[in-house]
């Protein structure tokens, strides 16, 4: 099948490449380029001497050889980028790539061989590969540019290119002139000007031909339409770097079209080397990606650094607030326990010992209350600044909470009592050191301290033991007074452990019934009955009868006073219902000490009020004893809460008179029935010298219309005494013990019933 001959020629037509018909096929390649593998014939103008008989030997020159490059470099390119691919599995485009790469390097060395080739069937075979091979390129290309650009690429569209490249690779298989042409022939030698000889085929294009062009176009439009999105998207670089390839491989065809179709030069077309720019595009996009992933990679590795050197800063911080107090950045109970712990095994390793100091600001409680916390915390920060400045060198200062320092000597002393010695001359210097008042927000502020002292090592010791008997002697200093020095001994622990059993015991006590009432009958100068007060005691199972000088003080620290004091008044309401009764003349009221924390409670008048009436007896049977130091505390609440009290008809006594501030002016404010003269100014009365005070607190009470009451009369003589001054009433062992409630009742009956 020949080309038809035009009139007035008489010889057909040859094409000058070694394709058929006038036509370029459009190979689509990286970043959305397309590779145009010409495959068409051109006219050459008559007259023309570039053309020569099919006769002419082969001379294998510069072209042949550039396009066996191009498909060195294009091949050399795919695996490059395949190893490349083959690492970066979450980016695809470098892999499409190198597919790609290899199919413009089987149809540069598929064109090499066709020019080269001596025979028909060689130069058709070589067109067959080149033409299946740019089949299996065009569904490369869509998936290329589709992930160049990140343009979605439509699921239905891609499948039908893929079955449309199937057909036409079939067709190209099993076509006699592959899928292009339906007709081939072998045309003149091409000559180029410096000698080389390519041999030329002429055809006729066939119908599978057109539909492969069309398609060609197709993905070539497509990749324009991707790079022009990608171009508005923002990525203007990657965009221009493809759209500048695709002008490339259009500026090639365009050449081969208008300069060797239509005006018929004597040049092969160049459309095969237009291929190269793409791989220049993806070698500049690897480098610009490297780049860019190695200053991410930097970029990383940097905050990694700094994430790190935070992570390790803030574990020491975060370590260092953990074994340091926030306020004075002292080692904390938990830091102190380890060094303790340490300083306690190097003692027992060395055979040295050391000793561990605790203290306690005295009524720090009070700068908290009144100038507030921000101004106790100050003087936290000055006590710790005077504390370091007094001790040791190798001695540490740790803050347990609170107002609480310890002071850990090192184990420096070959004997216990030196521990012991060295441990009492550094507190007594830390004593010294906070007599000068604190000067704290341009205020002057008087500070006082208690130090426990207890040394170490000894058999079975542990760091607990050591932190417990120094907290032991602690409490001993506070009750000396404060302001003091005590060092822990046996004794003390005994003593702690005795205290210890008595709390336990306090909060099943009432449980168990083992608190029981007493009654000490009060009677007047003439010996009549007045009425008595009730007195507390605690039948322990293991201690027997406990006073209440002993385990009050305990249940007013643990807060059990409260449980204790309601059990107290309501026991001492259902006697007094009890009495009432059966007709027992047990005076006029009965009297019950008020604790003072009972007083302050602000629900205990409600409570109380409550309690009185539930047993049917009138508050005017019951006389509140309370003591100095209830006043005190807070004057105007228990100024109204006396108030209240006196109102609902109780009878109110003023117990130990003379024993604490005994201020004459809140006398006056109060609504106080009885004034009580301690039995310690009793004991001290003699006819030979009498106690003036005694004589001037009755004479208070009767001026400010009280009834005096004189407790603790054990002798004759200081009944005389009391009578001559003018006391009212009278209570002790010489009128009768504290009895129980059968014994007060035996003791009542000779005086008659009421």
Not at 86 to 107: E, H, N, Y
Not at 546 to 570: C, D, K, R, Y
Not at 621 to 638: P, V
Request: aromatic share 8%.
């Amino acid at each position: 099948m020949g080309r038809p001959v035009p009139a007035g020629t008489g010889t057909p037509r040859r094409s000058v490449l070694w394709t058929v018909r006038n036509q370029a096929i459009p190979l689509a390649l990286p970043a959305g380029g397309v590779f145009c593998f010409r495959i068409g014939a051109r006219r050459r103008p008559h007259g023309r001497s570039s053309m020569q008989d099919v006769t002419t030997p082969v001379v294998f020159g510069y072209f042949t050889a550039a396009l066996l490059a191009t498909a060195a470099v294009a091949f050399a390119a795919g695996i490059q980028f395949l190893l490349v691919g083959m690492r970066q599995k979450s980016d695809r485009t470098p892999l499409v790539f190198a597919l790609l790469c290899v199919c413009a390097a089987v149809i540069s060395g598929a064109r090499a061989s066709g020019y080269a080739a001596s025979t028909l069937d060689a130069a058709v075979l070589s067109l067959r590969v080149a033409a299946g091979t740019a089949l299996v390129a065009l569904p490369l290309l869509l998936s290329f540019v589709a992930h160049y650009t990140g343009q979605r690429l439509p699921r239905l569209s891609f499948g039908l290119a893929l079955l449309l490249a199937a057909a036409l690779f079939w067709i190209n298989l099993v076509a006699p002139f592959t899928v292009l042409d339906a007709h081939l022939q072998a045309g003149a030698r091409l000559v180029l000007p410096w000698g080389e000889s390519l041999y030329v085929l002429d055809g006729v294009r066939s119908f599978s031909g057109r539909l492969f062009y069309g398609f060609s176009y197709a993905v070539f439009a497509w990749a324009l339409y991707a790079s022009v999105r990608q171009f508005r998207a923002g990525e203007r670089l990657r965009a221009a770097m493809l759209l500048v390839c695709l002008l490339l491989e259009f500026a090639a065809v365009a050449w081969t079209m208008l300069a060797v179709d239509t005006l018929g030069l004597p040049y092969p077309a160049a459309d095969t080397f237009a291929f190269l720019s793409f791989v220049l595009l993806m070698s500049f996009s690897l480098v610009g990606q490297m780049h860019t992933r190695t200053a991410q990679l930097e970029s990383a590795t940097e905050e990694l650094r700094r994430e790190a050197t935070t992570r390790i800063e803030t574990e020491l911080e975060l370590h260092h607030a953990a074994w340091h107090d926030a306020l004075t950045d002292l080692p904390n109970r938990l830091r102190l326990q380890q060094l303790l712990r340490e300083s306690l095994a190097a003692a027992e390793q060395n055979g040295q010992f050391g000793a561990l100091l605790i203290l306690d600001l005295d009524n720090f409680k009070t700068i908290n209350d009144s100038l507030g916390h921000v101004t106790g915390d100050r003087v936290l920060q000055a006590i710790t600044d005077r504390l370091l400045a007094t001790v040791p060198e190798n001695a540490t200062v740790a803050r347990l909470g609170g107002d609480e320092f310890v002071v850990l000597l090192d184990n420096h002393a070959d004997g216990i009592a030196r521990a012991g010695e060295g441990g009492r001359q550094v507190a007594q210097r830390l004593l010294d050191a906070l007599v000068p008042p604190l000067t704290v927000d341009r205020r002057q502020l008087p500070v006082s301290a208690s130090i426990g002292v207890a040394t170490f090592p000894e058999a079975g010791m542990q760091m607990a033991d050591i932190l417990r008997r120094a907290d032991i002697a602690l409490y001993r200093a506070k009750g000396a007074g404060r302001h003091a020095i005590r060092q822990f001994e046996p004794q003390m622990q005994r003593a702690a452990d005795l205290r210890l059993e008595l709390e336990r015991g306090l909060r099943i006590a009432i449980e168990r019934r083992e608190l029981a009432l007493r009654f000490q009958p009060q009677v007047d100068l003439d010996g009549h009955l007045v009425g008595a007060e009730t007195l507390l005691r605690w039948q322990h199972p293991e201690l027997g009868e406990v006073l209440p000088s002993t385990f009050i003080p305990i249940a007013e620290e643990t807060g059990q006073i409260h449980a204790i004091g309601n059990w107290v008044m309501a026991a001492a309401c259902r006697h007094i219902a009890d009495w009432q009764q059966r007709g027992v003349a047990f005076g006029r009221q009965l009297s019950v000490n008020v604790s003072p924390l009972q007083l302050a409670n602000p629900t205990f008048t409600r409570k109380l009020a409550a309690t009185v009436r539930a047993t049917g007896v009138a508050p005017t049977a019951l006389t509140l004893e309370l003591t100095e130091s209830a006043l005190l505390a807070d004057f105007e609440a228990a100024r109204q809460a006396l108030g209240m009290l006196s109102a609902a008809g109780f009878r109110l006594s003023l117990d130990d008179f003379g024993t604490g501030y005994s201020s004459l002016s809140y006398l006056q404010q109060l609504p106080l029935d009885e004034l009580k003269i301690d039995l310690s100014f009793v004991t001290s009365l003699q006819s030979a010298s009498p106690n003036p005070l005694v004589g001037f607190i009755i004479d208070v009470g009767h001026r400010l219309g009280m009834l005096t009451i004189a407790e603790g009369v054990e002798t004759p003589e200081q009944r005389a005494i009391l009578e001559r001054l003018g006391c009212d009433v009278l209570q002790g062992h010489l009128v009768s013990p504290a009895l129980s409630a059968a014994q007060f009742e035996a003791w009542l009956a000779p005086r008659g019933r009421g």
